[in-house]
């Protein structure tokens, strides 16, 4: 049997690493120990310190801590009933004090003032960015949203969203419960905007692999984009979003293939045809045109876009997509 190439070595090093991430973030709201975290990665504790602070941008206490203060600093925002309190023990910090002390350190600020509306000011939101595009202002304003009954029972609602003006942007819109999706994973830490050939390389690597065992082609396949974290508030060097393609729950991966759950929960799900520039565009009608008319506010867990078709085959080479946001009644 040959000997594994490095490059082989490190992508089950990374693999191991992923795992773990997957698991913090199930598990932000509990004492997460040093040889805990080791025996998922299957490390000794010895070296996993060490090990995951050579693969990420940071260490592991950073990375928990970070996770934790930036969970929290989103939940403040669009949980307004609940008090800073609960938010920094469901968020995983052991009382007040040290939440409110992490938190000014992180933002420069406390989290009653970032409540109330000083997030706008954040110094990782891109003022340039907002300059440069005056939707970001006053975005609601941008969209029409109208809603009317699906069928005959009046059991279901669907929303749609129309762009003011000449544009033909448009989706429909409706809430239901997903159950939960297995899905096989290729990972990416790091900037991710409107970087299409950044895209077409997970993609590839994703379908490299899962082509030859049949899940491409599997006639309830479903192909995803998760994003982990929020573009407003964590630095782009940081962020994550995992290309996704749905398994059966007992697939082996290995390797820089890696795989996670995501969780059962109501989402809002909106139907979109995009061109490659338009995605900005249409989380903003979804997170500032749709929701604040909906009676919704969003859920813990991350947001996805599943993809319902091969763009090439669009007469306007339109990708088909549904952002689909977990959400819960306001």
């Excluded at 997957?22 to 490390?43: M, T, W």
């Excluded at 008090?83 to 469901?90: F, G, H, N, P």
């Excluded at 304003?141 to 029972?153: C, K, R």
């Amino acid at each position: 049997m040959s000997e594994p190439t490095n490059s082989a070595l490190r992508q089950e090093y990374m693999a191991r690493i992923n795992r773990v991430i997957d698991y913090i973030e199930k598990n932000l709201d509990q004492p997460l120990r040093l040889d805990e975290l080791a025996d998922v990665a299957h490390f000794s504790p010895f070296h996993f310190h060490r090990i995951f602070s050579a693969l990420m941008p940071e260490s592991l206490n950073q990375f928990i801590k970070r996770l934790r203060i930036e969970k929290a600093a989103d939940c403040l925002i669009n949980h307004p009933r609940k008090s800073i309190t609960e938010i920094a023990l469901d968020c995983g910090f052991s009382g007040s004090a040290p939440f409110a002390r992490a938190f000014k350190d992180t933002f420069g600020m406390s989290a009653s003032e970032w409540r109330a509306g000083g997030y706008l000011n954040d110094r990782k939101i891109d003022q340039t960015d907002h300059n440069n595009n005056q939707a970001d202002d006053k975005i609601g304003e941008a969209f029409v949203i109208s809603s009317d009954y699906l069928g005959n029972t009046k059991s279901q609602i669907t929303w749609r969203i129309t762009m003011k003006g000449e544009s033909k942007f448009k989706a429909d819109v409706r809430v239901e419960q997903l159950d939960e999706i297995h899905v096989a994973y290729v990972r990416h830490v790091g900037p991710y905007k409107g970087d299409a050939q950044l895209f077409e390389r997970l993609f590839t690597r994703l379908f490299q692999w899962a082509g030859p065992r049949g899940l491409a082609s599997a006639p309830d396949a479903q192909v995803l984009a998760v994003y982990h974290d929020n573009p407003e508030i964590t630095d782009e060097d940081k962020l994550r979003v995992s290309v996704c393609i749905s398994v059966p729950a007992d697939t082996p991966v290995d390797g820089d293939i890696g795989k996670m759950t995501l969780q059962g929960s109501k989402y809002a799900i909106a139907r979109f045809e995009l061109s490659n520039d338009e995605y900005e565009q249409a989380w903003n009608a979804v997170y500032g045109g749709w929701l604040p008319e909906s009676g919704y506010q969003p859920d813990d867990g991350p947001c996805f876009e599943r993809y319902l078709n091969d763009p090439k085959t669009h007469p306007e080479s339109k990708c088909i997509v549904e952002i689909c946001v977990p959400v819960k009644p306001m």
